[in-house]
């Protein structure tokens, strides 16, 4: 690992401060729009999601509930384990509700489809899925969510929340990390 400071490790700003408010800003007005009478139970999928999750609530101009979730799939690599595990569960009760499901990005699919089912077991109202970004190229077209802020190429990016090894999240761009940051 070869962290030194974001200016020298990131490649490429893929979306900018200015691009990513505007985005996030479309989305809760659509979403506000589709839940307005429904009181949805927002769920952000901790730590990725958290700067999105904020920023999307706070433009849906709706009663919504927020609530939080933690799961670990990828440990503090750049590669998925391919395994998903819980590590904070709802505090909510979300049986007749709806539900969304808030996540940062859509990689191999395995992280959401995981909570699809986990929660959708619980019997919601219904249960929807954005998220900020989705590698499109990388999982099955079914594995899409609901919603998406931008769809993006096979790289691996950090920052609006977005980590490698629990740093970057503070960045308040998207942009792709130098491979030699994670090369062994
Ligand atoms: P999936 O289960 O393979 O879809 O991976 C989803 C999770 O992996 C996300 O919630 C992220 O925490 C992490 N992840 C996948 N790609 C990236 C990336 O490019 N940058 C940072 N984290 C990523
Ligand atoms: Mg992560």
Redesign the pocket.
């Known amino acids: 690992m070869r962290i030194t400071t974001p200016e020298n490790d990131i490649s490429q700003i893929l979306f900018t401060e200015k691009q990513i408010a505007a985005r996030v800003e479309a989305l809760g007005m659509e979403l506000a729009a589709e839940y307005k009478d429904k009181k949805p139970v927002m769920v952000c999928?901790l730590k990725?999601a958290s700067f999105f999750y904020i920023d999307l609530c706070r433009q849906m101009q709706c009663n919504i509930d927020m609530d939080f979730i933690s799961v670990s799939?990828?440990g503090a690599g750049s590669k998925?384990s391919g395994v998903v595990k819980l590590i904070k569960d709802l505090d909510t009760d979300i049986t007749g509700r709806h539900v969304v499901l808030v996540?940062?990005?859509?990689?191999?699919?395995?992280?959401?489809s995981y909570l699809k089912d986990f929660f959708g077991a619980r019997k919601p109202a219904s249960i929807r899925t954005i998220s900020f970004l989705d590698?499109v190229d990388r999982h099955p077209a079914d594995l899409k969510t609901d919603y998406c802020g931008f769809d993006i190429p096979d790289e691996?990016?950090?920052g609006y929340g977005?980590?490698?090894a629990n740093y970057y999240r503070n960045l308040p761009y998207i942009g792709i990390l130098k491979p030699e940051v994670y090369a062994d």
């Open positions: 999928v990725g799939s990828y998925s996540e940062d990005i859509i990689d191999s699919g395995l992280t959401l590698k691996f990016v950090v977005l980590d490698y």
